[in-house]
């Protein structure tokens, strides 16, 4: 897998992609962005949503994807909740807007054991909107991820999770330092550096 790197690296700021979002707000947004489920399997989203409240920081999680029946559920299960926003299924052109608007970005844990070693293409995506990366520590995110690029939790202590989400939302310095590094990551999974390594692969 791999990501367009040049269509993520878009000219608006955090603050012109709310803005023509229809995101109004100051605070601190953390993000979610991909479908809700796999396999028919849902991706660890209530569990996200309950490390976020965890953290009990002045702070929103926007949860942006489908099914739609499964944003509906979780606004009935959170009782509508002030700190979350669910956006539900977009186009693919707003991915992008999404991405800036937020200031990191989580990646949950899914149910499915296959998620230990799929290579989700909404890792590099993320990698490429420069955003620091909250992930879980497992082999398939690890083998992308550091501490170097981004935030990884213990997938089996809810409360790393919440721990992560406070370090994102309160340590600027190290927030700064790990999207930069996301940022340079990314670019060495641009489908053109891929395409160049199954190239020089054949041509050996």
Known sequence: NGVDFDYFN??????EARQKLGIIS??????????????????????????????????LLCVVGGPNRLADKYRQEFNNNEKIL??????????????RSF?????????????QTTSPIKLFEYLASGKVIIAPKIPSITKYLNDNNSILFDPNNA?????????????????????????????????????KLILDFING
């Open 86 to 99: 669910f956006i539900g299924q977009v186009d693919y052109p707003l991915v992008p807007l999404y991405l």
């Open 26 to 59: 100051g605070k601190k947004i953390i993000g979610y962005l991909g479908r809700l489920e796999t396999v028919g399997k849902e991706k660890g989203v209530s569990e996200m949503i309950q490390s976020f409240l965890a953290a009990n920081e002045d702070a």
């Open 159 to 195: 409360e790393s999770l919440s721990e992560k989400i406070k370090t994102a939302i309160n340590d600027k310095g190290l927030v700064d330092k790990l999207s930069q590094q996301s940022l340079l990551d990314a670019k060495s999974y641009s489908w053109r550096n891929r395409a």
């Open 103 to 115: 200031d990191a970005i989580i990646i949950p844990i899914p149910e499915e054991r296959h998620a």
């Open 10 to 15: 878009i000219k608006e700021t955090k603050e």
